[in-house]
């Protein structure tokens, strides 16, 4: 993963962070970190960075668990990974593997428990990335 530079007006176009104002999307800039990712590289892994929360910017990426694989782009529920309520779960182990050229944002437990708290309007997708995550849980 290389790190990359995050603008403002492509993130408001991203599905997950279109309903914000530019003073939230500034804040979710200033607190957090893009990275470009080639495709097939690891993003991250219940071993390596699940305690982080993984949001898909561009591009695609996979779940994987199982043998099996679950691809996402930026408007699907698995366009989000890691972070303290996936991780509640308890999943068998999973990986994150891009699976084209993407950029990812990288974002610490408490930098989004604060999102939340300011009322940044991330709980949609996050309910919807659960729904997918507890169909994995099964």
């Known amino acids: 993963m290389t790190a990359s530079v995050t603008y403002l007006n492509l993130l408001a176009k991203t599905p997950m962070f279109r309903d914000m104002s530019r003073e939230q999307l500034q804040w979710v800039i200033d607190h957090s970190r893009e990275w470009a990712v080639a495709p097939g590289a690891l993003v991250a ?8 929360f993984w949001t898909l910017l561009d591009g695609g990426w996979q779940v994987e668990q199982g043998g099996k694989a679950y691809p996402a782009g930026h408007a699907d529920p698995a366009k989000w990974y890691g972070g303290r309520d996936m991780l509640a779960l308890g999943l068998a182990p999973t990986r994150l593997v891009a699976t084209k050229r993407s950029y990812v944002m990288e974002i610490e437990q408490a930098a989004l428990d604060e999102m939340l708290r ?8 996050l309910r919807a990335g659960l729904d997918f995550y507890r169909k994995l849980a099964r």
């Open 45 to 52: 892994s219940s071993e390596r960075g699940a305690d982080r």
């Open 118 to 125: 300011r009322g940044i309007p991330l709980a949609p997708h």
